[in-house]
């Protein structure tokens, strides 16, 4: 595609209930990211895949997030029983080198938790 | 610990100033910086890209700089104009694969 593509752009759920938000990369992008933004805060790293590598998972704030890439492409992350704390937008960005590529971010997807 | 520090967190000037945004990094050792340019209720925009073995990069307007010796980065937007009014964010890959962001500087440019 044209640039990355996340859907929805809104999400509103009830506390308790689990969340998919997608994210569909540039065509021909191995490295893909998903970064949270909570209300007046910074970019906070969640998680990030590169090709078929085993995926850095080290910013998942909690067992309760998880995400995977399929194909190489397509990626979803899930939040399990979702908390208030959860509210953010989530924004994925995909780049087409390791290391030393430009990253292209997506529209984002707002979350609010109630 | 890794971390991005930039200054001022907020800015506002008259249309037509010469501006700079400061960028601040622990650790000399980088891959590459990048701006973004974030308009509210939207995604992250791309401005400038400047490898480690890079000085500066310079797209229209916009001209950002990189010193990793003294672990800073300015980005210069001459002419300021209204349409420039966003939050500027500085992003750094240290030798890992994941950017890490400052907080910003939200930019307010009134004619």
Do not use: M
Not at chain 1, 67 to 88: F, H, K, M, N, P
Not at chain 2, 93 to 110: A, E, H, P, S, Y
Request: hydrophobic letters at 30%; proline letters at 4%; charged letters at 20%.
């Amino acid at each position: 595609g044209a640039g990355v593509s996340q859907s929805p752009s809104n999400k509103v759920t009830e506390k308790g209930k689990d969340v998919e938000l997608r994210c569909d990369p540039i065509s021909g992008h191995t490295a893909l990211y998903w970064y949270r933004q909570s209300l007046g805060q910074g970019l906070e790293f969640l998680i990030y895949f590169q090709g078929n590598s085993a995926p850095d998972k080290s910013g998942l704030p909690s067992d309760r997030f998880s995400a995977e890439r399929t194909g190489g492409s397509v990626s979803t992350l899930t939040i399990q029983r979702t908390q208030q704390e959860d509210s953010a937008v989530y924004l994925c960005a995909s780049s087409l080198k390791r290391g030393t590529g430009e990253l292209f971010f997506g529209e984002g997807s707002r979350l609010t938790v109630l | 610990k890794q971390e991005v520090t930039q200054i001022p967190a907020a800015l506002s000037v008259p249309e037509g100033e010469n501006l700079v945004l400061n960028c601040s990094f622990t650790d000399s050792a980088i891959y590459n910086l990048q701006w973004f340019r974030q308009d509210p209720g939207k995604g992250l925009t791309s401005l400038l890209l400047i490898q480690s073995s890079q000085r500066e990069q310079t797209s229209g307007r916009l001209n950002a700089s990189l010193d990793k010796s003294s672990g800073r980065s300015t980005l210069y937007i001459a002419a300021s104009q209204p349409g420039d009014s966003a939050t500027y964010l500085c992003a750094v890959r240290f030798n890992t694969d994941k950017l890490i962001f400052g907080t910003g500087t939200r930019l307010q440019v009134f004619p």
